[in-house]
């Protein structure tokens, strides 16, 4: 499943790559994950590809995990994002 299918407004978070039901700080690849930042959706898309994922995004926004939690940053910039890298 490819990042733009999997993160949704209900399931993007900011400021850890995931966190459990309660909104507390979990592996994303652990199995009480339910919110998943830009990166954390990409290594939970694809697993294998974690360093490629990092570039791909570093290059497209500069730092993805600052870009992502960066205040003011919408789900729908996001969301833009991985459309426009079909990811």
């Known amino acids: 499943m490819k990042v733009k299918e999997f993160l949704t407004k209900e399931n993007w978070t900011q400021g850890y790559y995931a966190k459990d039901a309660a909104g507390i700080y979990c592996e994303w690849s652990s199995v009480l994950a339910q919110k998943f930042c830009l990166l954390g959706a990409s290594f939970k898309c694809y697993p294998g590809q974690k360093k490629t994922m990092e570039g791909l995004l570093d290059n497209a926004c500069g730092e993805a995990a ?9 789900f729908e910039e996001v969301k833009a994002l991985v459309e426009k890298l079909d990811i």
Request: net charge neutral; proline share 11%; hydrophobic share 20%.
């Open 66 to 74: 600052v870009w992502n939690d960066q205040p003011g940053r919408t």
